[in-house]
C-alpha cells in the first residue's frame, strides 16, 4: 500500500536517488531498481549503495550477493527470494506469528488487523490444477473453457528447438515432440515439480549402494540443472516421450522400464528421506527449536554414516553439535534466561547472530568480564599456553585472591581455566607496603601525595583541586602478639611497642625469647582494638577507590590520645606541600574518649586558628538517638508531653525495629522512621494528641536528619536547614532525668560541622565527610575474616586495598543478594555503588581561599540558615509547650558571630544548670551535692560511649555483667521471634533476594533523593503547623517524599542470614511460656483471685523526690520496659502482674506521667515554665521495685 511505502521510505530516509550516481556501465533502470529495493520489497534491510554488491535479507539475517561483474543486480536477490532457504524462513516466521496470535485469541482482544492475519494464515490452500504436458485434458477444457498451459517441460523444449510453422495448434507441436527421438531426462517424470526438491536434498546428501538399481545426476546445463534418479546402466541416449499422471518425460526404455516397476515405491523414498534432509538443514538454520524438532535431530543423528554423501556426513556432524548444544542450554539454570519470547530454545544461527549483534554494537558487553573470560580461554584453545588476559580478568582474581580463601580461588580459576594463584601472588607482592600501624608522618605524608596525584591523572588535570576527608575510628583486636615474618618484625602491641624490630639473622631461639618477654609483660600490653584513619575524597575519576586506609594505631579500649592529631596534621602538611588541595574535616563515632578531641577542633575552628573542623558521625548519633527514644533508660520529654514508645508497640511496628537485635545497622532507624511506622501511628487513633505528635514528629527529625547527610541530590541549603531544625529540636527535650546530654552534645558539633561544611563549593558528596568509611572498611575486613589479631591485619589491610583498588577499577560487583551480611555489611554493596556512581548534586556557594580562615569566609551564609530556620522553629517549638524556662534550646537564640556561636558551645559542654522546679530551698552546698549525686546530670555519666547509650549512673544495670545477664537471664529470646522455626544453619525470612547486579539495576541508592523540591515545601508547612491533630498528617507527607531506596526492601531482623553456632545455640524459639516468665507470670490455679495487673493507663503509688522531702504521688502508667540485651526496651506483654511483692518481676520497669487526684478523677501535672514540679517528677521510670502500690481501676482522666 502507499502507507506502507511512505512508512519504508521515512523509515530509511537516507535512501535517496540520485540519477547521476549511477555508476558507468549500469542502466539507470537497473540501479533504481536495486537502490530501492529496501523501500519496495519488506524483505530486504539495507544494500551496498556504493558498489552494488550485496543486498541484506531481513528475514533470513545474511547478505545476498550480486553476480559477479554484475553490480546493481537484483537477479540473484529474486533467486534467493525463491530459494527453499527463505521461504522456509518466512514459514517459520509465519508459524510464530500463527502460535502468538493463537495464545492472544485466547486470553486478549485482537485488533482487526490482527483478526485478518489469523484468518490468513489458517486458511486452507486449495491445490493447484495439474497440467499435463503442456495441454488440458478434454473433461477440463470443456468445464472451464480456457486456454491450455503448456508446463515448464514443455517450454523447455520449445525453447531449444525452432518452430517451423507459428501457425499449428497445440496439439500439432506436440504431436511432433513426441516423433523427435531426445536425451533421457530419468525415472522421476515430476522432477522438475513435486519431487525437486526432495530429489536435489536426497541426491546432495544421500548415496547409493553397489546393489541399488538406481544412480544420481542431472538433468539440463547451468543455472537450469536439476537433480534426478536414473536406471544404474543407462548411458543418457534414446529418450523417448512418455507421458504419465505426474507428467511428461523423455525416457529410454531402461528408465521406463524401472519407473513402472518400482516408480512408486521410489517416489515414496524420495518424499520421506529428501524430508528428512531439507528438515535437517533447516534446523540448522533456525533461530529458534521446539522439543519436537529436538526429537526429530536425535533420532537423525541415530543414521550409520555410510547412508550419506561428504556432504551429508558434514550436515550429520553438524547436526550432532548443533543437538549438544541445544541439550545444554534446556538442562542448564541459564535456560530461562536465555530462553525466546515463544517459549522455546534459541538456535545456534540466532545464538551467534545476537553474539555478533552485541559485540559489535554493545560496549558494556564487549567489556565485561565474562567476554573477557571466553578471550582468553579461546586463546587457550588456539594453543596459547599463556595468554595476555584482560586488566577486568586480572582485577576479578586479585581481588577473589584477596578474600584469602585459597581453596574458592582454585575452584573458581580451575574451572574457568584461567589466572594461577601463583601469578596472583607475585601481582600482590609488588603492591605490598610498609606496614600501615609503623607510619612516621613522612611516610603519612607520602601516601597521601601518591593518592592525590593517582586522582590528578586520572582526570588529566594535574592543578585539580582535591579535598578530603580523615576519619578516626577503633576496631576490636585479638589481644596477642604473633610474629610478622613478611615484615620481620612482633606486633600486636599497644604503642609504643606496636612494631618490636627482629633481626634478619635471628634463629628460632632468640625469636622464642622475644615472644616469651612480650607474654611475661616486658613489653608492655597486647593490643585490644586498633584506631585507624581512613581518608576519603570527595570527588574521583571514574573507577578509582574514593577512600584509602592511611594508618592505625594500636591501643587498649577507648584510649585517649594524640594519634587523630597526629595524622591530620601529617595530611594538612602534604596538603599544603602538594597545592591546591585540603583537609576539610575529622569524622569520628562521637564515644566520649573522643568528645573532647572535637570539640576543641570545632572551637579551634571557629576561633579561625584552623580549616579543619570536627564532625561527629551523623549515623552513630541517629542509632544513639533512636535508643534514647524508644529505650526505658530515661524518659525522653520535650514541653508539655513525651515521647511515648508503647504507641509504636499498640500500632503494630515490627518487633524487630522497636526491641533491637543489630545495633550497627544504619538501616534499622530509618525503617522505623518510615512511611508505615507513621501510617500505623496515625490509623491507630491515639486519644492522646500531644503524645502522639511529638513522637510522629521525633520520627520524623530522625529521618530528616540522616537525609540531610546522605541523600544524593538535594540542594546545600535544604541539608543545612533540616540540620538546624532537627538540632533545635532534639536540644530542646529535657536534660534532668534524662541520658541524652552526651549524644546531644555530639549532635550540636555535627550540626555546626555540617553547616559549614555544606556551605563550601568543593563538598559535593557530605556522605563522604562522615566516618561511615570507617565503618565499612571494618565491615570489609570481616567479611574476610571475623576475627583477627594484629599480624593478620596487617595482611587483610593489604589485601583489602588490592580488592578495592580491583573492584573499582573493573566495576565488579561484590554481592548477589543484600541480605547475605548483617550491620555495616549489610549496606556495603550499596555503600560501593554509591561511591562509585557519585551524585548529581553541587557543592555549597563559597569557594574557600585555604590561605585565610574558612569560618570568616563561611560564616555569612551559615548565619542565614541559623536565622532562617529559627524563625519558623521557635512558633513550632512554642506549640509544644516549648520555651525559655522549659527545655528550650539554647541555640534557638540570634547568633551573630562565630564567637557568639562559640561561647554556646562552652556553655552547653559545661554541667547544665540545675532545673529549680520540683526543690524545696536549699543552701548552695546542698544544691552541689544534690547535682553530683544525681547520675543522669554528671557530665561523666551522661556519656553513653556506645552506639546506642548506656545507663545512667546508680541504675541497677551493670555493663561489665553484659555476657552473665544475657546469658543467665534472656537465653530464650536472643535472636528469636514468636513465628520462626530454627532448625538449620539458614532461617528463611522475609528478605528480598535480587538477583540484579549492582552494575545493571545499581541505579537504586541508598537514599532516593526523588523529589527534593515538593519535599522542603511540605517540610515548611509541617513547620507552621498550629495544631497539634494537624502535625502527624504534615509529618506523613514529608516521610512520603523522602524514601529510601534499597533499604526499605531488606530484613528488618537476622531471620535471613546465616548464623553462627553461638547465634544458633542462643536461637531459641519463643513460646508463651518464654514470654510469661520474662514478665514474671506462671500457672495459676483456677480458683486464685483474679489479679491485679500493671498495665498502660494503671494507677500506681511511688515515692516523688523534691528536693529533700519524699512524697508518695500518683502516676499514671504510659510504658512497660523489660531488658533484652542488657538494654531495656518496650515489653512484649500487655501487663506485669502485681503481687505486693517488689522481687515478683525481675528486669521491669515503667515509664509513668505524674497525676493529682481532683474529686474522683485525676488530672495530669502540667509541665511548664515556673511550675511546681521539673521533669524528673512529671516523667520519670519507675522500676518494678520502687512500686508501692497499684490502683486495680483504670485511670479515669
Not at 524545696?920 to 547535682?931: G, M, R, Y
Not at 515478683?1144 to 515503667?1150: E, G, P
Not at 488530672?1163 to 512529671?1178: H, V
Request: hydrophobic content about 35%.
Amino acid at each position: 500500500s502507499k502507507l506502507y511505502c511512505l512508512c519504508k521510505l521515512i523509515q530509511h530516509s537516507a535512501w535517496v536517488y540520485d540519477p547521476e550516481a549511477c555508476p558507468s556501465g549500469n542502466k539507470i533502470k537497473t540501479y533504481k531498481e536495486f537502490v530501492f529495493l529496501p523501500i519496495t520489497d519488506e524483505n530486504c534491510v539495507r544494500v551496498d549503495r556504493v558498489r552494488g554488491l550485496w543486498a541484506f535479507c531481513g528475514t533470513c539475517k545474511k547478505e545476498v550477493s550480486c553476480r559477479d561483474g554484475r553490480a546493481f543486480s537484483h537477479v540473484r536477490w529474486n533467486d534467493h527470494k525463491n530459494s527453499p532457504e527463505h521461504k522456509g524462513h518466512i514459514r517459520r516466521l509465519q508459524e510464530i506469528k500463527l502460535l502468538e496470535l493463537k495464545k492472544k485469541k485466547n486470553n486478549e482482544v485482537m485488533t482487526s488487523l490482527e483478526r485478518a492475519t489469523y484468518g490468513q494464515l489458517t486458511k486452507k490452500q486449495s491445490p493447484l490444477l495439474q497440467y499435463y504436458s503442456g495441454v488440458a485434458s478434454a473433461k477440463e477444457t470443456n468445464k472451464t473453457n480456457a486456454p491450455t498451459r503448456p508446463s515448464s517441460t514443455t517450454i523447455s523444449v520449445a525453447s531449444e528447438e525452432k518452430a517451423s510453422d507459428s501457425s499449428k495448434t497445440s496439439e500439432e507441436k506436440t504431436s511432433d515432440i513426441r516423433k523427435k527421438p531426445r536425451t533421457c531426462e530419468g525415472i522421476m517424470p515430476d522432477f522438475r515439480g513435486e519431487l525437486k526438491k526432495p530429489l536435489r536434498a536426497y541426491a546432495m546428501y544421500a548415496t547409493t549402494d553397489s546393489n541399488s538399481k538406481y544412480k544420481f545426476g542431472q538433468v539440463g546445463v547451468g543455472r537450469q540443472k536439476v537433480s534426478q534418479i536414473y536406471h544404474r546402466g543407462c548411458d543418457g541416449s534414446g529418450g523417448v516421450y512418455v507421458k504419465t499422471k505426474k507428467g511428461a518425460i523423455f525416457s529410454c526404455a531402461k528408465c521406463d522400464e524401472l519407473r513402472t516397476k518400482s516408480g512408486r515405491k521410489y517416489r515414496q523414498v524420495i518424499k520421506d528421506r529428501g524430508g528428512k534432509l531439507i528438515r535437517a538443514v533447516e534446523c540448522t538454520n533456525r533461530s529458534e527449536i521446539t522439543p519436537t524438532e529436538m526429537k526429530f535431530m536425535e533420532d537423525f543423528v541415530r543414521a550409520d554414516e555410510c547412508r550419506f554423501s561428504s556432504e551429508g556426513v558434514d550436515l550429520r556432524s553438524r547436526i550432532v553439535l548443533a543437538l549438544s548444544f541445544y541439550k545444554s542450554l534446556s538442562t542448564s539454570a541459564e535456560a530461562e534466561a536465555i530462553s525466546t519470547t515463544s517459549g522455546y530454545i534459541p538456535g545456534v544461527d540466532k545464538f551467534l547472530d545476537n553474539f555478533v549483534k552485541h559485540y559489535t554494537d554493545n560496549e558494556q558487553f564487549r567489556e565485561s568480564l565474562v567476554l573477557n573470560l571466553m578471550k582468553g580461554y579461546v586463546s587457550k584453545v588456539e594453543g596459547i599456553k599463556n595468554p595476555q588476559y584482560g586488566t577486568k580478568v586480572i582485577n576479578f582474581f586479585l581481588a577473589l585472591a584477596a578474600s584469602g580463601d585459597k581453596k574458592a580461588f582454585e575452584y573458581v580459576s580451575g574451572n574457568l581455566g584461567s589466572v594461577g594463584l601463583r601469578h596472583m601472588k607475585r601481582i600482590s607482592a609488588r603492591k605490598r607496603n610498609e606496614p600501615f600501624i609503623n607510619l612516621s608522618a613522612e611516610q603519612i605524608g607520602h601516601r597521601v601525595r601518591d593518592i592525590v596525584s593517582k586522582i590528578r591523572s586520572g582526570f588529566n588535570d594535574p592543578a585539580k583541586s582535591v579535598a578530603f576527608t580523615v576519619g578516626i575510628d577503633a576496631t576490636c583486636l585479638v589481644s596477642t602478639f604473633q610474629v610478622s615474618a613478611t615484615h620481620g618484625g612482633i606486633v600486636g602491641g599497644t604503642v609504643p611497642n606496636h612494631f618490636i624490630t627482629v633481626e634478619e639473622n635471628s634463629d628460632a631461639e632468640e625469636m622464642k625469647k622475644k615472644l616469651q618477654e612480650c607474654l611475661d609483660g616486658d613489653h608492655g600490653v597486647p593490643a585490644a582494638e586498633v584506631k585507624c584513619a581512613i581518608i576519603s575524597f570527595q570527588e574521583v575519576p571514574p573507577n578509582m577507590c574514593p577512600y584509602y586506609t592511611l594508618s592505625g594505631l594500636p591501643q587498649s579500649i577507648n584510649e585517649s590520645n594524640n594519634f587523630g592529631e597526629h595524622v591530620v596534621d601529617a595530611c594538612v602538611a602534604a596538603a599544603k606541600e602538594i597545592g591546591n588541595a585540603v583537609v576539610l574535616n575529622t569524622s569520628t563515632d562521637g564515644v566520649a574518649c573522643e568528645v573532647q578531641g572535637n570539640l576543641f577542633l570545632t572551637k579551634e575552628y571557629l576561633q579561625g586558628k584552623t580549616n579543619q573542623i570536627s564532625l561527629p558521625d551523623p549515623n552513630h548519633n541517629v542509632k544513639n538517638l533512636r535508643y534514647q527514644l524508644i529505650g526505658g533508660s530515661s524518659p525522653a520529654s520535650i514541653g508539655f508531653f513525651v515521647f511515648d514508645p508503647y504507641m509504636l508497640r499498640a500500632a503494630g511496628v515490627r518487633v524487630e525495629l522497636i526491641r533491637i537485635d543489630d545495633f550497627a545497622s544504619d538501616a534499622l532507624p530509618m525503617k522505623l522512621a518510615s512511611v508505615l511506622t507513621i501510617r500505623k501511628l496515625i490509623a491507630f487513633g491515639f486519644d492522646d494528641t500531644g503524645n502522639l505528635a511529638v513522637t510522629i514528629i521525633s520520627l520524623t527529625f530522625m529521618r530528616l536528619r540522616s537525609y540531610a547527610v546522605n541523600a544524593r541530590t538535594i540542594d546545600w541549603k535544604h541539608r543545612a536547614i533540616y540540620t538546624w531544625a532537627t538540632l533545635l529540636w532534639f536540644t530542646s527535650f529535657h536534660t534532668p532525668g534524662s541520658t541524652m546530654l552526651a549524644n546531644k552534645r555530639n549532635m550540636v558539633l555535627e550540626s555546626i560541622g555540617l553547616l559549614f561544611l555544606v556551605s563550601r563549593s568543593d563538598v559535593v558528596h557530605p556522605r563522604r565527610t562522615t566516618s561511615e568509611c570507617n565503618e565499612h572498611t571494618y565491615g570489609f575486613w570481616r567479611m574476610l575474616l571475623r576475627e583477627f589479631n594484629m599480624e593478620q591485619l596487617i595482611r587483610i589491610v593489604e589485601r583489602s586495598n588490592i580488592r578495592l583498588d580491583a573492584i573499582f577499577e573493573s566495576n565488579l560487583v561484590t554481592s548477589r543478594s543484600a541480605t547475605s551480611f548483617k550491620g555495616y555489611q549489610q549496606t556495603f554493596p550499596e555503600f560501593l555503588s554509591a561511591l562509585r556512581d557519585g551524585s548529581g548534586a553541587t557543592g555549597g556557594p563559597v569557594n574557600v581561599d585555604n590561605s585565610r580562615p574558612a569560618v570568616d569566609q563561611l560564616w555569612e551564609e551559615v548565619q542565614g540558615v541559623i536565622e532562617y530556620t529559627n524563625s519558623f522553629m521557635l512558633p513550632l517549638l512554642e506549640l509544644f509547650g516549648v520555651e525559655d524556662g522549659n527545655g528550650l534550646s539554647p541555640f534557638a537564640v540570634d547568633i551573630n558571630s562565630p564567637s557568639e556561636l562559640l561561647g554556646l558551645v562552652d556553655r552547653f559542654f559545661k554541667p547544665p544548670k540545675r532545673d529549680m522546679r520540683g526543690s524545696s530551698a536549699q543552701s548552695a552546698e546542698e544544691t552541689d551535692l544534690t547535682v553530683a549525686d544525681d547520675g543522669t546530670l554528671d557530665d561523666a555519666a551522661g556519656d553513653e560511649g556506645g552506639d546506642e547509650g548506656g545507663e545512667a549512673l546508680g541504675q541497677s544495670a551493670s555493663l561489665d555483667t553484659l555476657p552473665v545477664s544475657v546469658i543467665a537471664n534472656h537465653i530464650s529470646e536472643i535472636q528469636a521471634s514468636a513465628e520462626d522455626d530454627v532448625d538449620g544453619d539458614l532461617v528463611l525470612g522475609d528478605g528480598n533476594d535480587s538477583t540484579v547486579p549492582s552494575s545493571e539495576a545499581n541505579a537504586e541508592s541508598f537514599f532516593d533523593a526523588g523529589d527534593s523540591v515538593n519535599a522542603f515545601d511540605h517540610f515548611k508547612a509541617l513547620v507552621r503547623c498550629r495544631n497539634l491533630s494537624d502535625i502527624p498528617v504534615c509529618a506523613l507527607k514529608v516521610v512520603e517524599l523522602v524514601q529510601l531506596g534499597k533499604l526499605e526492601k531488606g530484613a528488618v531482623s537476622s531471620a535471613g542470614h546465616f548464623n553462627s553456632r553461638n547465634a544458633r545455640w542462643f536461637n531459641k524459639k519463643k513460646t508463651t511460656t518464654t514470654l510469661a516468665a520474662a514478665s514474671g507470670e506462671g500457672d495459676e490455679d483456677d480458683d486464685a483471685v483474679e489479679a491485679v495487673l500493671i498495665k498502660r493507663n494503671s494507677l500506681i503509688q511511688a515515692h516523688c523526690k523534691r528536693g529533700r522531702s519524699v512524697a508518695v504521688e500518683n502516676y499514671r502508667v504510659l510504658a512497660l520496659f523489660t531488658k533484652y540485651y542488657n538494654k531495656w526496651f518496650v515489653a512484649q506483654v500487655e501487663n506485669f502482674p502485681w503481687t505486693n511483692d517488689p522481687s515478683a518481676v525481675k528486669n521491669a520497669r515503667v515509664l509513668v506521667r505524674l497525676t493529682k487526684k481532683s474529686g474522683s478523677s485525676y488530672k495530669e501535672e502540667a509541665l511548664e515554665a515556673g511550675g511546681s514540679y521539673g521533669p524528673k517528677q512529671i516523667f520519670c521510670i519507675k522500676n518494678y521495685c520502687d512500686i508501692l502500690d497499684v490502683d486495680s481501676e483504670l485511670v479515669d482522666l
